[in-house]
């Protein structure tokens, strides 16, 4: 009963941020994105988790995977099988997020449509993870909670990237340094 409430409560929201105009997010209080991507350098993204949120969440079987021959995942499809049964749906509604490592600081990732067990987008590349959540369209290259201690660090020129998706394409919406110098 109280899920129900809660799904109520986030529809209300959302249908309310709707009407306001807040389709696409706004980077530094100022105009919405465009949907084609136009991306924002600045070293302070506006970033605003309830302009992301997606109520639709996936609750079937993951379809089965379909990587076909050839293709350039074909050769990872053993980790993003074994990625995508463990993680399951995380991410947009209806997508899985899997990742593996590919040496120091360094990880890959791969998108699967659970709808459809197709994989949207490979190897996108990260020093410091990806952060994504079920209910969420927002996908965070380096999130500031996966950095480790700047004091550390021994390549500052770290960017934090967020990504949106739109219509089934992950697209760049802004990025900043990870670090501020």
Sequence with gaps: MKIGRIYTIISVIVTLA???GYTYIKISGKEPIDPTG???RSKNCDIRPEDHIVLDIYNEALF????????PEYSFRTVIEKGYQ????????????TSWG???SCQESAIIDATTGKVVKFKVRSEYGISVKPNSSLLMVNATENLPDSQIMTNKDIKTSYYKM????LV????EPAYER
Excluded at 86 to 97: A, D, K, L, P, R
Aim: aromatic share 6%; with cysteine; hydrophobic share 30%.
């Design 18 to 20: 709707l009407a306001a």
């Design 38 to 40: 136009t991306v924002s």
């Design 166 to 169: 739109i219509d089934g394409n």
């Design 64 to 71: 089965p995977l379909d990587i076909k021959p050839g293709t």
């Design 102 to 104: 590919c040496g120091t």
């Design 172 to 175: 760049l919406i802004c990025e």
């Design 86 to 97: 463990e993680t399951g749906i995380n991410f947009n509604g209806h997508y899985s997020v």
